[in-house]
């Protein structure tokens, strides 16, 4: 049977086509002939991939239908007049992970770099996992199965999860969800369908709010955590803590990272492997040979520069990788060059956008990508967050050259998009100075 991925270049969908791929499905897809950084792991597993076209779909295909596609798109509306059999991306995910010892990571941020963290820590046990950066694994005798498991439209409500974890709950996606309640109703009933331990972020208030009946444990670096850091020394890149669980010290580790934020994803990490009675010294071992995910403070030494692209694109995410850039680098400037995604967004939070894009010393926005046309954001542009900025400017592939002033300084270039298309057109303008 051949499993045929309707927009197999999507972050999430390539990583699952690579895990059905490896687990011996016949698998094949299509999408824009743009190119897209998931593309790799398909092409490494010579997995097809055509443009979009009614005629690649044929009678006895399955279909795994991406949730960007809706019956206009050719192909799924070839598939439904074949009478085939379409799963959505998220039934797809829980058709395969239902028999596994699922961790489902959930969170407004932190998913892919936590996923990522498992992917690595766990690698010695035997571990499946799909990341949301277009990277998938699957061998069929893994026990463990990592899995970013994202909160849109209730999308992570098709999971049965053994270990559920919350990274922490925000208000994200107000093309969907009406308000915060809204939002902390969805993960409470996530948290619900736990079929073993809630592991929840508890330095997030908004955690705290949530109301089951399951076993929780809190992380974080308040001392009202069931886990918690302690006695945490920076050392260059990387930070040695001793890890508490539950009042009594479980381990000294060295993590090779030194951000606030990826110090609590790696705390996530470090619970399953308590609650799971992993080998410890190996849990030692695997953490520092932990690697950022695709797009995730992906650093670059560019002649006197230091480049780094991240898929921030959220304020609190903005806010955060701009500290963790000034906290690395304190005495380069911090160029911040943003591209945010969906109006809808940009209406809700510009102000937030704004004050997190004002920590930089210096901030460019482009104009506001758009996949899919949006109704009544017509007013919605980058003058809403441009115009609250202390230090910033509109900037486009037209006007790149703006960023050949800066010497010895970071450009941090952050988007969910195509950010990085602006990013190599500086690169090669810079060449020829």
């Not at 005798?141 to 999860?161: D, I, Q, T, V």
């Not at 109301?211 to 809190?218: A, R, Y």
């Not at 940009?346 to 004050?355: I, L, P, R, S």
């Not at 980058?382 to 002033?405: F, P, R, V, W, Y």
């Amino acid at each position: 049977m051949i499993y045929y991925f309707i927009g197999i270049k999507g972050s999430g969908m390539s990583s699952l086509a690579c895990i059905m791929h490896d687990l011996g499905y016949i698998v094949m897809g299509s999408d824009k002939p743009d190119h897209f950084f998931t593309e790799e792991q398909l092409i490494e597993r010579n997995i097809k991939i055509f443009e979009f076209n009614k005629d690649n779909i044929k009678e006895g295909m399955t279909i795994v239908q991406g949730n960007a596609f809706t019956i206009e798109n050719e192909e799924v509306k070839r598939a439904n007049e074949l009478g085939l059999k379409i799963y959505t991306y998220q039934e797809m995910i829980a058709k395969i992970t239902d028999n596994t010892k699922l961790i489902a990571v959930s969170g407004c941020h932190g998913k892919t770099s936590t996923t990522t963290m498992f992917k690595f820590v766990l690698e010695p046990f035997g571990v499946n996992y799909l990341i949301g950066d277009g990277t998938g694994f699957a061998n069929k005798g893994n026990n463990y199965f990592a899995l970013e498991a994202c909160e849109y439209k209730r999308h992570f409500l098709s999971y049965n999860p053994y270990y559920a974890i919350i990274t922490n709950i925000e208000l994200d996606h107000t093309d969907y969800y009406k308000d915060l309640d809204d939002v902390l109703d969805a993960f409470n009933e996530f948290a619900n369908k736990a079929r073993n331990t809630v592991i929840m972020c508890g330095d997030d208030s908004n955690t705290r709010k949530i109301k089951t009946n399951k076993e929780v444990l809190f992380y974080g670096f308040n001392d009202n955590n069931d886990v918690t850091l302690k006695n945490i020394e920076y050392k260059n890149d990387n930070t040695i803590a001793d890890v508490f669980i539950k009042g009594k010290k479980y381990m000294n580790v060295t993590f090779p990272f030194n951000a606030d934020h990826l110090l609590l994803n790696a705390l996530s990490v470090i619970t399953v492997c308590y609650l799971e009675n992993l080998d410890k010294d190996l849990v030692k071992k695997q953490i520092m040979k932990i690697e950022h995910a695709k797009r995730r403070f992906i650093e670059e030494k560019f002649k006197s520069n230091i480049i780094i692209d991240d898929y921030a694109h959220h304020p609190t995410e903005v806010k955060v990788t701009i500290e963790a850039a000034k906290k690395k680098y304190p005495n380069k400037k911090i160029i911040a060059i943003f591209k945010a995604h969906t109006k809808s967004r940009v209406k809700f939070f510009y102000k937030e956008f704004a004050d997190a894009l004002n920590l930089a010393d210096k901030a460019y926005v482009m104009d506001i990508a758009e996949d899919r046309k949006e109704v009544g954001y017509d007013d919605v542009d980058a003058n809403m967050i441009i115009d609250l900025l202390k230090n910033g400017e509109h900037i486009s592939l037209e006007t790149i050259n703006k960023l050949l002033q800066y010497k010895d300084s970071v450009l941090l270039f952050m988007s969910s998009k195509d950010i990085y298309v602006l990013e190599d057109e500086y690169k090669e303008l810079a060449k020829k100075e």
